[in-house]
């Protein structure tokens, strides 16, 4: 392990003109904070911290005043067995703390590897990122492309790709002097677009945006401001005045002014986080952020800007998707209690979010398969002999497990590390093993082509044997000489065709002798297309029933007991309903189950094998073959018992519609003292429904009464569930209880 003393950084600090003054950037904090001797200017606007290699800000070695760069160079080990034939000798990453107090320039990032178009005196280019550096070096600092990842410490806003579409349309339509910045022309025809040319009509409404006159788009933003002060508030909040007086007041009369009605407008919380990926138009407003990209410093800029604005090349290599402001977000994931890792779909870099408690003593930083650059930002820790605090930054090797001491026990701790986003050392193993398949997988197809060669040569010379034999006796045969070709006669036939004049089995035939004979005219394939059209309709209005994956609930192989969701009698009623009404259930079986194409089923069928538990079923599984064939899913229920019910009662109680709970909130005030004053739920429903009356002579009903009419419901006629209420009270259903069945009826109920 290096020694981590010696890793310590120290990072460049770029005062541009956006960036907020003195002791209120987040950058002039960190900094003052590890180093008590930096000496805050308040009136200089301290913008990025760069934290890297990046030759426009390289990080040096905290120590010795090395440059990261060649410490790298000269000790190559650091970047781990994949880093160097990935990315070189060089960070693939580029880690930033942004504190902004006005809004960033309009921008974009070229693709790496996507051609795009710059117009140069009437002369086309097709240019990538790295062809735009050779040309323009001094415009284009470096060739690879530069998609970012933000993560908010404070309120955080942004614009950020295209709207969508209705609401540019909205926009344009409705503010008069964005419709004459813009043009009549190319809004009619934007809002006349079809789904193939609304890029095409986008990008000509956003060329005509930015290339507009300066005069008048001073002119119009001048009037839009003027006419803001005497609406209403909703009008104002709709038409974002107060961002549009503010961008005003730092860049007046610039035309990115008017871009706030064509992009999105986002806003992060503390810990949330956007992706902003090559080709998207975006512009960060206000806030402090972590920042994290790939390892360059390529822009091109339209607007909200004093600096050179490049429309000609923005404008081609733009990204003119319209998509919502939600789908820029990035989710973490959870790697550890402490840890969220932001991991965006690129390979160049990924951020974790390390936020220890008040009260936790030490903590393990986990090994990375590439170098990695940590930050602290809140908090104090020891590590080996050295204190690091708020501002720290280190320089850790990949594959190196850093533990330290946390010193600050009632504050929490937060950090940020930053690495490249590489496969882990799983998924390495699993991409060898797709390739040994891979290769094992062409390997068989090279040995199966060469054997097919072989038996293709040996039917040849079967053929033409049989062929020589064949024509001979041809010769000698008088009228069927008539009927047969000669291959002297006719030397372009092929194998193929004398196989079948001379009822050769092909190699087809040969190889499957069980194939079924061809289809001899086109009413049977006609037939047969109907056939099989009627049976993929069948199969796909078949509902699918999907266990939730909890745990390991609703399964027979019950390894953790207390990961299982329990599941009740009244969950498969529940089913029931959800079958016959879909969404306008009162219940849904979301809670264990998942049911798709409800209302398609002419059938529901529960299968309730009562006093054995999934234990009994697996271990004398070969005794229930048809059910195991037949039933693809089998669950333990709950036994009522447990909790104070019996089997007649939970199939009785079906959940009662609105209109029946009127009827007795309306009879006893509420569905609570119907409860109490019966007592009995068997009661109750005998109360609210009429119920068959049973002889006294008879145990059971002679006649089948399973489709007796009952009166409907505001939702469904209850003769269509499975079972009557009646069948479900008086007959103890869906099994009949009798003898000893009936003496156990309070047991388990699988």
């Known amino acids: 392990m290096i020694c981590i003393l010696k890793m310590e950084l120290k990072c460049t600090i770029q005062m541009y003109d956006w960036g907020k003054r003195g002791m209120n950037s987040i950058v002039a904090s960190l900094i003052k904070s590890a180093n008590a001797d930096f000496i805050v200017d308040e009136q200089k606007t301290y913008a990025e911290l760069w934290m890297g290699t990046h030759k426009n800000g390289p990080s040096y070695l905290k120590d010795t005043d090395v440059p990261l760069q060649k410490y790298i160079q000269e000790n190559i080990e650091t970047l781990g067995g994949n880093g160097v034939q990935m990315f070189g000798s060089?960070?693939?990453?580029?880690?930033?703390?942004?504190?902004?107090?006005?809004?960033?320039?309009?921008?974009?990032?070229?693709?790496?590897?996507?051609?795009?178009?710059?117009?140069?005196?009437?002369?086309?280019?097709?240019?990538?990122?790295?062809?735009?550096?050779?040309?323009?070096?001094?415009?284009?600092?470096?060739?690879?492309?530069?998609?970012?990842?933000?993560?908010?410490?404070?309120?955080?806003?942004?614009?950020?790709?295209?709207?969508?579409?209705?609401?540019?349309?909205?926009?344009?339509?409705?503010?008069?002097?964005?419709?004459?910045?813009?043009?009549?022309?190319n809004v009619h025809r934007l809002s006349q677009a079809a789904d193939s040319t609304i890029s095409d009509a986008l990008q000509q409404c956003f060329y005509s945006l930015m290339t507009c006159d300066s005069n008048k788009v001073t002119q119009q933003l001048r009037s839009l401001i003027d006419r803001l002060h005497n609406t209403d508030d909703s009008y104002r909040q709709w038409i974002k005045a107060d961002l549009l007086e503010r961008l005003h007041g730092d860049y007046p009369g610039d035309v990115g002014c008017f871009a706030i009605y064509l992009f999105n407008y986002v806003t992060l919380q503390p810990g949330e986080a956007i992706y902003i990926g090559p080709n998207v138009p975006h512009a960060y407003l206000s806030g402090d952020c972590i920042e994290c990209m790939a390892c360059s410093d390529n822009v091109i800029r339209a607007g909200l800007t004093p600096k050179l604005k490049d429309v000609e090349t923005l404008i081609q290599v733009l990204s003119f998707e319209c998509k919502s402001s939600s789908v820029k977000k990035i989710q973490p994931f959870r790697e550890d209690t402490f840890t969220q890792v932001f991991r965006p779909p690129v390979s160049e870099f990924a951020v974790a979010k390390i936020t220890l408690p008040p009260g936790r003593p030490s903590y393990s930083l986990k090994p990375r398969n590439s170098p990695s650059i940590l930050l602290i930002v809140g908090g104090k820790a020891k590590i080996s002999s050295k204190i690091f605090s708020r501002g720290s930054v280190l320089f850790i090797p990949a594959n190196d497990e850093v533990e330290m001491k946390v010193l600050c026990g009632c504050h929490p701790m937060l950090m940020f590390q930053a690495f490249s986003n590489e496969p882990t050392t799983k998924q390495l193993q699993r991409l060898e093993k797709k390739k040994a398949k891979m290769a094992a997988f062409l390997e068989i197809a090279r040995l199966n082509d060469k054997d097919k060669e072989t038996k293709m040569e040996a039917l040849k010379q079967i053929v033409a044997t049989d062929g020589s034999s064949n024509l001979n006796d041809s010769n000698m045969a008088g009228d069927n000489s008539t009927r047969k070709r000669s291959c002297e006669k006719n030397s372009d036939v092929t194998c193929s065709e004398i196989c079948k004049e001379e009822n050769v089995p092909d190699k087809s035939e040969l190889q499957d002798n069980n194939k079924k004979p061809r289809l001899s005219d086109s009413k049977q394939y006609a037939n047969l297309k109907e056939e099989l059209r009627k049976r993929k309709k069948r199969l796909q209005a078949i509902p699918r029933l999907t266990l939730k994956a909890v745990g390991e609930n609703a399964t027979l192989n019950i390894r953790n007991m207390e990961k299982r969701i329990p599941i009740f009698l009244s969950d498969i009623q529940h089913l029931l309903l959800y079958s016959l009404l879909g969404h306008h259930s009162p219940y849904l079986p979301a809670r264990w189950c998942q049911l798709e194409k409800y209302n398609k089923i002419s059938h529901t069928v529960v299968f309730v094998l009562e006093g054995l538990s999934s234990y009994h079923y697996v271990a004398y599984e070969s005794m229930f073959p048809h059910i195991v064939s037949n039933l693809k899913h089998r669950l333990e229920v709950i036994t009522p018992t447990v909790y104070g019910a019996s089997i007649t009662e939970e199939l009785a109680a079906v959940p009662l519609t609105g209109t029946q709970s009127d009827k007795l909130i309306k009879q006893y005030g509420s569905l609570e003292t119907a409860l109490q004053t019966n007592g009995n739920v068997i009661k109750l429903l005998r109360s609210v429904f009429p119920m068959h009356s049973i002889n006294s002579d008879e145990k059971f009903p002679t006649k089948n009464s399973s489709n007796r009419t009952l009166p409907p419901t505001d939702k469904f006629c209850r003769t269509k569930l499975l079972l009557s209420l009646w069948q479900m009270v008086e007959e103890n259903y869906p099994v009949p209880l009798k003898g000893t069945l009936a003496e156990r009826q309070d047991l388990a109920v699988t």
């Open 90 to 185: 060089n960070l693939s990453f580029l880690f930033k703390v942004l504190s902004i107090s006005k809004a960033l320039s309009i921008q974009v990032h070229p693709d790496k590897h996507k051609s795009v178009v710059r117009y140069n005196q009437s002369v086309v280019f097709q240019k990538k990122a790295k062809e735009l550096h050779e040309l323009y070096p001094d415009i284009y600092k470096d060739p690879n492309h530069k998609p970012e990842l933000a993560i908010a410490l404070c309120p955080f806003e942004a614009l950020c790709g295209f709207r969508p579409l209705d609401e540019i349309k909205d926009y344009l339509n409705n503010i008069s002097e964005l419709f004459a910045v813009v043009g009549e022309t």
